[in-house]
């Protein structure tokens, strides 16, 4: 017996450890998402798919595992395969924008870092997996404009990490769960024009964070929770005739039925309905009061564990054979990138571990970064280029003292920012920037690079310079110290706290950033075109003469596809980013026109948060209901009722119906020479 036993451990050892490479995984996953091969040529058998330019939109650690993949808008027309989910050091997925077909496949629920899914704007139908709730590093899910079908999986109350759930123009069903309550670092649900029943959960206005509920274009009915009310115009429910409520714009008072219905945690029983669609969370007891009910006897019941147990025991003797073989590997594979740096970054425990975009490891740097290539030619660029901007990293560790905590200005998802002071005593900001978060390909980044440099406007923050460091793992950019801090520090202000910017100077700032984005819009010379893609009040800085400049203009060229969507995030949330956005996925320059709309309205109302009542006041002429009251009256009807109108003509929802940056500065001289 116990040789029969060994024969059959030995004879299931080998399935156990042929698992395929993550070349072979890849080469599957091509196969089924590009089956006729149109798209993803550059992926073949004979390439390492972190080597640059090998393998299209993949990128790898410094580990060289696989962790993510960008394929946004190529075209693809087959089905998303379950070879994925062996990619586990996986961190980031963007299918987006394609023509994707079929089911998501369950196996993505095993990818145990994946942070961003991006399957928007596909074909894909089935339902939403229940797995996915086990995800639990997800931050964005992004499943809109696709053909899905079935009820919300109460699972998804288990993702405590997501920030954005976008399910709109889905053909989903059922109720929604309340378990989305729990989600406390939600921001932004959007669930409309989908087919969904029942009430609003109560528990849903518990999420903390929520900024954006969309459930417009359902079905839903009862009372509308009254905490929902704090979203103000981040809450819209149009097209629900079942809904009531007090407070709501457009809603009708609830009757007393209605009210008891709107305040159960989750919707009701409803009757004729398919049980599927309707969440665990409802508690619909089992219907077994007819003859069909069966319950599986003792006997069947102490077969069925006797066999798990048998099972197990095997499959338990190897797992440990298994896991003591890829331990060794592993070490050997520990030690080799251990040995590879001896200086870490400034925040070391989280960049080395960072599992995003692949590090710039085709790049050679010295104490600085000679992005000439002393010994290798072919990258295209002459010793003009950048000369008069290469800081070597002695002069980068003087200014901000050692990158020293005190000088800490803040950290973003991508970056740190310290303030420093260089020779010549001038103040300057140093943006760190991990190696891992930037293009993998050396031309784009060295490409991007020109770019940066070339940028030099009154309205936009200078660049002095660049350094990159190969053993601290980060580039760093040093732009000049702007005083005066950010717009958004000018928002919001309580009457009597803080400082308020006069009227004439509110004109001038708009005016300033509008002459920036005109800049970024023009090709002269050696500058191309350039879209921002960013622009937010945070990123207009002012400085002592009441001068704005726009800051991070042109980052987007150096940044990885993951990094650069994942600082939009914060723009969607805040509404700077253009509608047509989230149907195209490409930027214009008229999404750079709606994004400075949205500026233009909370200049003119020093509010952060644009509502639907202050885009009223705009379209009606009510000024005092548009204008900041910190201003006590102090500023011309005149005016601000011609900046309401250019504020909403720049936010129109249609691109065409926007009026160029050009136009708008004409409108802006003729208000200004009048003034």
Same mark, same amino acid.
């Given at each position: 017996?116990?040789?029969?036993?060994?024969?059959?451990? %030995?004879?299931?050892?080998?399935?156990?450890?042929?698992?395929?490479?993550?070349?072979?995984?890849?080469?599957?996953?091509?196969?089924?998402?590009?089956?006729?091969?149109?798209?993803?040529?550059?992926?073949?058998?004979?390439?390492?798919?972190?080597?640059?330019?090998?393998?299209?939109?993949?990128?790898?650690?410094?580990?060289?595992?696989?962790?993510?993949?960008?394929? $946004?808008?190529?075209?693809?027309?087959?089905? #998303?395969?379950?070879?994925?989910?062996?990619?586990?050091?996986?961190? +980031?997925?963007?299918?987006?924008?394609?023509?994707?077909?079929?089911?998501?496949?369950?196996?993505?629920?095993?990818?145990?870092?994946?942070?961003?899914?991006?399957?928007?704007?596909?074909?894909?139908?089935?339902?939403?997996?229940?797995?996915?709730?086990?995800?639990?590093?997800?931050?964005?899910?992004?499943?809109?404009?696709?053909?899905?079908?079935?009820?919300?999986?109460?699972?998804?109350? @288990?993702?405590?990490?997501?920030?954005?759930?976008?399910?709109?123009?889905?053909?989903?069903?059922?109720?929604?769960?309340?378990?989305?309550?729990?989600?406390?670092?939600?921001?932004?649900?959007?669930? @409309?024009?989908?087919?969904?029943?029942?009430?609003?959960?109560?528990?849903?206005?518990?999420?903390?964070?929520?900024?954006?509920?969309?459930?417009?274009?359902?079905?839903?009915?009862?009372?509308?929770?009254?905490?929902?009310?704090?979203?103000?115009?981040?809450?819209?429910?149009?097209?629900?005739? +079942?809904?009531?409520?007090?407070?709501?714009?457009?809603?009708?008072?609830?009757?007393?039925?209605? $009210?008891?219905?709107?305040?159960?945690?989750?919707?009701?029983?409803?009757?004729?309905?398919?049980?599927?669609?309707?969440?665990?969370?409802?508690?619909?007891?089992?219907?077994?009061?007819?003859?069909?009910?069966?319950?599986?006897?003792?006997?069947?019941?102490?077969?069925?564990?006797?066999?798990?147990?048998?099972?197990?025991?095997?499959?338990?003797?190897?797992?440990?054979?298994?896991?003591?073989?890829?331990?060794?590997?592993?070490?050997?594979?520990?030690?080799?990138?251990?040995?590879?740096?001896?200086?870490?970054?400034?925040?070391?425990?989280?960049?080395?571990?960072?599992?995003?975009?692949?590090?710039?490891?085709?790049?050679?740097?010295?104490?600085?970064?000679?992005?000439?290539?002393?010994?290798?030619? +072919?990258?295209?660029?002459? $010793?003009?280029?950048?000369?008069?901007?290469?800081?070597? %990293?002695?002069?980068?560790?003087?200014?901000?003292?050692?990158?020293?905590?005190?000088?800490?200005?803040?950290?973003?998802?991508?970056?740190?920012?310290?303030?420093?002071?260089?020779?010549?005593?001038?103040?300057?900001?140093?943006?760190?920037?991990?190696?891992?978060?930037?293009?993998?390909?050396?031309?784009?980044?060295?490409?991007?690079?020109?770019?940066?440099?070339?940028?030099?406007?009154?309205?936009?923050?200078?660049?002095?310079?660049?350094?990159?460091?190969?053993?601290?793992?980060?580039?760093?950019?040093?732009?000049?110290?702007?005083?005066?801090?950010?717009?958004?520090?000018?928002?919001?202000?309580?009457?009597?706290?803080?400082?308020?910017?006069?009227?004439?100077?509110?004109?001038?700032?708009?005016?300033?950033?509008?002459? +920036?984005?005109?800049?970024?819009?023009?090709?002269?010379?050696?500058?191309?075109?350039?879209?921002?893609?960013?622009?937010?009040?945070?990123?207009?800085?002012?400085?002592?003469?009441?001068?704005?400049?726009?800051?991070?203009?042109?980052?987007?060229?150096?940044?990885?596809?993951?990094?650069?969507?994942?600082?939009?995030?914060?723009?969607?949330?805040?509404?700077?980013?253009?509608?047509?956005?989230?149907?195209?996925?490409?930027?214009?320059?008229?999404?750079?026109?709606?994004?400075?709309?949205?500026?233009?309205?909370? #200049?003119?109302?020093?509010?952060?948060?644009?509502?639907?009542?202050?885009?009223?006041?705009?379209?009606?002429?009510?000024?005092?209901?548009?204008?900041?009251?910190?201003?006590?009256?102090?500023?011309?009807?005149?005016?601000?009722?011609?900046?309401?109108?250019?504020?909403?003509?720049?936010?129109?929802? @249609?691109?065409?119906?926007?009026?160029?940056?050009?136009?708008?500065?004409?409108?802006?001289?003729?208000?200004?020479?009048?003034?």
């Amino acid at each position: 017996m116990s040789e029969l036993f060994l024969l059959f451990l %030995l004879s299931i050892l080998p399935f156990s450890l042929s698992s395929p490479t993550e070349r072979e995984l890849l080469l599957q996953i091509k196969a089924s998402l590009d089956p006729d091969n149109r798209f993803l040529s550059s992926w073949t058998p004979y390439s390492d798919p972190c080597t640059a330019g090998s393998f299209d939109g993949v990128a790898c650690n410094g580990e060289g595992r696989v962790v993510n993949i960008s394929l $946004q808008g190529k075209g693809l027309s087959g089905q #998303i395969p379950a070879a994925l989910g062996g990619l586990k050091s996986l961190t +980031g997925l963007y299918l987006h924008f394609n023509a994707l077909s079929g089911e998501i496949p369950k196996e993505i629920a095993t990818l145990p870092q994946l942070s961003d899914l991006y399957l928007n704007v596909n074909n894909l139908s089935g339902e939403i997996p229940p797995h996915i709730g086990n995800m639990t590093n997800l931050q964005v899910l992004q499943l809109c404009y696709n053909r899905l079908t079935g009820g919300l999986p109460t699972q998804l109350g @288990s993702l405590h990490k997501l920030t954005v759930l976008a399910l709109q123009y889905n053909g989903l069903t059922g109720a929604i769960p309340a378990s989305l309550g729990d989600l406390e670092m939600l921001t932004r649900l959007d669930l @409309s024009f989908n087919n969904l029943f029942g009430s609003v959960p109560v528990k849903l206005a518990d999420a903390p964070m929520l900024k954006v509920l969309d459930i417009r274009n359902n079905t839903l009915s009862g009372n509308v929770p009254p905490a929902l009310k704090r979203l103000n115009a981040g809450f819209q429910y149009g097209n629900n005739l +079942g809904l009531c409520g007090v407070g709501f714009p457009n809603l009708k008072y609830c009757a007393e039925s209605s $009210q008891v219905y709107g305040n159960r945690p989750e919707p009701f029983k409803p009757t004729g309905l398919n049980r599927k669609n309707i969440p665990e969370s409802a508690d619909l007891q089992p219907d077994c009061s007819n003859t069909n009910c069966s319950r599986p006897s003792g006997s069947t019941k102490i077969g069925l564990v006797s066999g798990i147990v048998g099972v197990f025991l095997v499959l338990t003797v190897a797992s440990l054979f298994t896991f003591a073989w890829y331990r060794r590997r592993k070490q050997r594979i520990g030690s080799a990138f251990d040995a590879s740096d001896s200086r870490l970054s400034t925040d070391q425990v989280k960049e080395v571990n960072r599992r995003s975009a692949s590090p710039l490891i085709s790049l050679e740097y010295s104490n600085g970064w000679d992005p000439l290539d002393k010994g290798r030619s +072919g990258n295209g660029f002459s $010793q003009e280029v950048f000369e008069s901007f290469m800081f070597n %990293l002695e002069e980068v560790e003087r200014a901000t003292q050692c990158f020293s905590e005190a000088n800490l200005l803040g950290k973003s998802n991508f970056s740190a920012i310290y303030k420093g002071s260089l020779r010549d005593s001038s103040a300057v900001v140093v943006k760190c920037i991990a190696k891992t978060s930037c293009k993998s390909d050396e031309s784009e980044f060295l490409q991007g690079l020109k770019i940066l440099t070339s940028l030099k406007h009154e309205n936009l923050v200078r660049l002095r310079g660049f350094c990159c460091s190969k053993g601290r793992g980060e580039c760093f950019l040093i732009y000049d110290y702007v005083h005066n801090g950010n717009l958004l520090q000018y928002l919001d202000v309580k009457q009597g706290c803080g400082k308020v910017i006069e009227w004439s100077s509110r004109i001038s700032i708009i005016y300033g950033i509008a002459k +920036g984005i005109r800049y970024l819009h023009e090709s002269k010379g050696s500058k191309p075109a350039l879209v921002h893609q960013n622009i937010s009040a945070e990123k207009v800085l002012i400085d002592n003469r009441s001068n704005p400049l726009l800051s991070d203009s042109g980052l987007h060229k150096l940044l990885a596809d993951d990094i650069v969507f994942s600082t939009l995030k914060a723009s969607a949330a805040m509404g700077y980013l253009a509608p047509e956005y989230t149907t195209t996925g490409r930027f214009t320059e008229k999404s750079d026109v709606y994004a400075f709309g949205m500026i233009v309205f909370q #200049i003119l109302s020093g509010k952060r948060k644009i509502t639907q009542l202050i885009r009223h006041a705009a379209e009606t002429c009510k000024v005092e209901d548009l204008i900041d009251m910190n201003l006590d009256g102090k500023y011309s009807d005149s005016e601000a009722t011609k900046l309401g109108r250019i504020a909403l003509l720049c936010t129109h929802e @249609s691109p065409y119906h926007r009026p160029s940056i050009d136009n708008v500065i004409q409108e802006l001289s003729g208000l200004l020479s009048s003034s």
